[in-house]
């Protein structure tokens, strides 16, 4: 049985309900470093559909030499065969 093919999602009013639901089942997502290509895993706390904004839990990174700031980033998140 293969995993499905994950939709690419532009809307949006659909990307705000996306992370709205991650918010509620604490979903992980992935966060790279535009510049150097790092990436650390963070959750999203909460959603200002308002401001159109979201706020991100601070990155974990699992490396000692690593700094948790990043200039540039990019965020991707799978659900339920969404992206």
């Known amino acids: 049985m293969s995993a499905p ?3 690419r999602i532009d ?5 705000r309900v996306l992370l ?4 509620g ?7 790279t470093s ?3 290509n790092r990436s650390a895993v963070s959750s999203v706390l909460r959603v200002d559909a ?5 706020l ?6 699992n490396d000692d030499s690593a700094q948790s700031e990043f200039d540039s980033i ?3 998140g799978k659900s339920q065969g969404s992206s």
């Open 20 to 23: 709205e639901q991650m918010v």
């Open 56 to 61: 991100l839990d601070a990155p974990y990174i």
């Open 11 to 15: 809307s949006q009013q659909y990307i």
């Open 50 to 54: 308002d401001g159109r904004s979201f």
């Open 34 to 36: 535009k510049t150097d």
């Open 74 to 76: 990019s965020v991707s």
């Open 5 to 7: 093919t994950a939709e």
């Open 25 to 31: 089942r604490s979903h992980l997502i992935n966060i």
